[in-house]
């Protein structure tokens, strides 16, 4: 599987909801203390000159060793407590105080998947969004990208939990497509990030499914699972990654701002997974006694411009090389042994089989977690 870290580079700045947000009582004092503690977790993600020692990093996180693991529980730990304070913001409708108060907290997030980031030699840009639901946004955003890099990190190891763990990503994406941020459009820009538009998570959300799907493949390789279905698997990830390009299109309209290096990532992950499903397809036929077809899907798979024209880090284009040359080896091999043993006539190409695909990846839902203080109002001086 090839990788792409870039979303979960986000960062933020400091917000103290209890300086913005006046407390009536002890207790909303406290709610906001501790709104603003767990949301401190959150600034020290990808914040190395505030980094906490590992021992005591584990203290906190109960034994959890892995970083990621620990990033992600921070997450978890601030979600439903961001979750609960909007709720209550909400309640107070569009209060002059109360807009005024989200301003004040000066809501700041980086944008990794934006053009312009790569391009500032000063350092990350910080947009602000004077909305609570950008704020819910970017940690959701920042969430499904922990998700989605935790279940890399455990591929090798746990290709069941890996797939889990992409197929939560893709659910968290789709949450954020559909719920949270479709209400920010009115305060979002073409030129905003790119981490608080629909149509990105959207795109995120198909990129987890056909990451999930490639875990589920590996697992069926290990199993020795038949060619002809491992093709169809492997074009089944090449369809989620079609669809993730389509979204991609429409965020691009929707967002001008947006980098190419995730259309890059999709490009090259589609171009491989083609290549691969054809490989197991040239090995069904010739399983099936048709040569002649299994060298036509090979010499097809090879002329195929996809994987030509395919952009991306070095390491990528590496990969897809490689699976190129292995096609190559394997077409060589057929055509030797055709020569000598079959003797089959290689058909046109309208006569050759079509890829099929089978995907098996579903998201899991997202579900907000309820705060046990939840239905305690809070008492704001506005």
Known sequence: MLQFKDPTKLRTKKIVFEAVYGAQDSSTLERLKELSSKRVSVELINNKHKAIP??????????????????????????????????????????????????????????????????????????????????????????????????????????????????????????????VLPSLKAKHTAHGPPEATPSVSTVMSLIC??????????????????????????????????????????????????????????????????????????????????????????????????QKNVRGMESWRTVIKQEVNTLTDLLRKYEHENDFVWNEKVPYDDRLPLLQGKKLATSIPYSPAICEKAGKPLKLKI
Not at 211 to 231: M, R, Y
């Open 209 to 306: 499914l056909a990451e999930a799907q490639v875990a589920t493949i590996i697992k069926a390789e290990e199993k020795g699972t038949a060619d002809g279905l491992l093709s169809k698997l492997h074009y089944g990830a090449v369809q989620l990654f079609d669809e993730a390009m389509d979204s991609y299109t429409t965020a691009a309209k929707e967002c001008k701002d947006i980098s190419t290096g995730l259309m890059d990532y999709i490009s090259c992950s589609k171009a491989l997974h083609m290549l691969r499903s054809y490989k197991y397809m040239a090995q069904s036929v010739k399983t099936e006694g048709q040569m002649g077809a299994a060298i036509g899907v090979l010499k097809q798979a090879l002329s195929c411009k996809l």
């Open 54 to 179: 590992d021992a005591t990093a584990r203290e906190i996180s109960a034994g959890i060793t892995s970083q990621c693991e620990q990033d992600i529980q921070k997450l978890e730990q601030y979600l439903p407590l961001l979750e609960n304070f909007i709720h209550h913001i909400d309640f107070l409708g569009s209060d002059p105080g109360v807009i005024r108060a989200t301003s004040n907290l000066k809501i700041r997030w980086t944008s990794p998947l934006s053009s312009s980031c790569s391009l500032n030699i000063m350092g990350p840009k910080f947009y602000q969004i004077d909305n609570l639901r950008f704020e819910l946004g970017s940690v959701l955003f920042f969430y499904g990208s922990m998700l989605r890099e935790r279940a890399s990190q455990v591929l090798a190891t746990d290709l069941v939990q890996s797939a889990t763990l992409f197929r939560k990503a893709a659910g968290v994406y789709l949450y954020l497509a559909h719920d």
